[in-house]
């Protein structure tokens, strides 16, 4: 594990190296029509998220040009797109200010991923912090049917589970199924909610929590939400690179929250 925590410009030149961010792999067509899909409503890329203005291709395509840096010219149409290193550390930053807030405040956290195989492992080191340092961690020891499998948690971190593995989903509604049998146990609702994708956009856009997340290039929605208030911070980087190469990141945003040392194991 990473014990070295970078600076903020030998993080981003690291994001760089390992497309995390710059030249990343996700192509530009997948982003101009994950635009359209997100105007046009599409399930995948709606992400649970209420538009409250309106939205053309024109401004949410600015508003990716200047959250996450994919390429300024709306003439490139195909080809490799990119994410600016410079604006996921500035995300990391803030992300780490409202990270600390709760966690110092001793608060209820709630942890979900839609992406399992690359930010599942982010998402327990940050929870292994959190509880080390006095958070409470929301659990459920119920797993939740949804579609051809369930909803359940697997190291502190809810996810979908379908035929026996982990899987990759946008959709809201596992996030909504989560918050409603935290409701019909009585429970309290998080104070702060650590998610991704559709996950993120329904615990911030419909049911009003607090919100920090994490966003691709190619999820024009959940930086919608951002825009809108309606999720606090996004983190624009590739979300599915292999787990290890987002350590530096993490112990960047652990150093950054003022947790340093408070890792277990």
Request: charged share 25%; with cysteine; proline share 5%.
């Amino acid at each position: 594990m990473t014990t070295a925590y970078l600076s903020r410009d030998s993080l981003a030149r690291y994001l760089d190296r390992s497309r995390i961010t710059g030249a990343v792999a996700t192509p530009r067509e997948a982003n101009l029509r994950n635009i359209q899909g997100f105007l046009d409503g599409d399930q995948h890329q709606h992400m649970g998220v209420e538009r409250t203005r309106e939205w053309t291709f024109e401004s949410v395509f600015e508003l990716m040009r200047d959250r996450v840096g994919i390429n300024d010219d709306p003439e490139y149409l195909s080809g490799q797109d990119s994410i600016s290193a410079q604006l996921c550390v500035t995300g990391l930053d803030r992300y780490a200010e409202v990270f600390s807030r709760a966690v110092q405040g001793r608060k209820r956290l709630l942890f979900a991923t839609g992406h399992p195989s690359g930010l599942a492992p982010v998402y327990a080191r940050l929870a292994r912090v959190a509880r080390a340092s006095g958070a409470r961690i929301i659990r459920f020891d119920e797993a939740l049917p949804f579609e051809d499998g369930d909803v359940r948690q697997v190291e502190d971190v809810v996810m979908v589970e379908q035929y026996g593995g982990l899987r990759h989903t946008h959709f809201p509604e596992p996030m909504q199924l989560v918050l409603e049998h935290l409701r019909e146990q009585g429970r309290e609702a998080p104070d702060l909610v650590v998610a991704d994708h559709g996950l993120a956009g329904y615990a911030g856009s419909r049911a009003g929590l607090p919100t920090i997340a994490m966003g691709d290039c190619n999820d024009p929605g959940i930086f919608v939400a951002e825009a809108q208030g309606q999720v606090d911070v996004v983190v624009p980087l590739d979300d599915n690179v292999a787990p290890h190469l987002y350590d530096p990141l993490v112990d960047y945003v652990i150093s950054r929250a003022g947790l340093a040392g408070q890792e277990r194991g």
